[in-house]
């Protein structure tokens, strides 16, 4: 079984920048790709930005040069730093791993970006 621990979201005037974090734990054997996912209401759950076991990173167009991600392999957890935060930005955000064994979601934490 795998636990996911989302932290990190609140809420934030425009402009403002947010650190979420996500730790995993239990029978995690190898993790292949952590990343983040986000859903406003009304739409679709969609891609933020993943990264590799080995540094690559990937990000939604909208999210470029403002969010970056990271992750701490030893500690198997993943990072996303969110600057310049804009009010399109407020969605439910979701942790993902992808393992040799499956994926695995976190339960979400909730972003809010006052205008």
């Known amino acids: 079984q795998v636990r996911l621990v989302e932290s990190g979201g609140g809420l934030v005037q425009a402009g403002g920048s947010l650190r979420l974090s996500c730790a995993a734990s239990?029978?995690?054997?190898?993790?292949?790709?952590m990343g983040w996912y986000r859903q406003a209401p009304g739409k679709e759950r969609e891609l933020v930005a993943v990264?590799?076991?080995?540094?690559?990173?990937n990000y939604a167009d909208s999210v470029k040069g403002r969010f970056t991600i990271s992750r701490d392999n030893a500690k198997n957890t993943v990072y996303l730093q969110m600057d310049s935060l804009k009010p399109e930005d407020t969605a439910v955000y979701y942790c993902?791993?992808?393992?040799?064994?499956?994926?695995?979601w976190g339960r979400g934490t909730q972003v809010t970006v006052a205008s």
């Open positions: 990264i590799t076991r080995g540094g690559s990173t």
């Open positions: 239990g029978s995690i054997f190898s993790i292949n790709v």
């Open positions: 993902r791993l992808v393992t040799s064994a499956g994926i695995y």
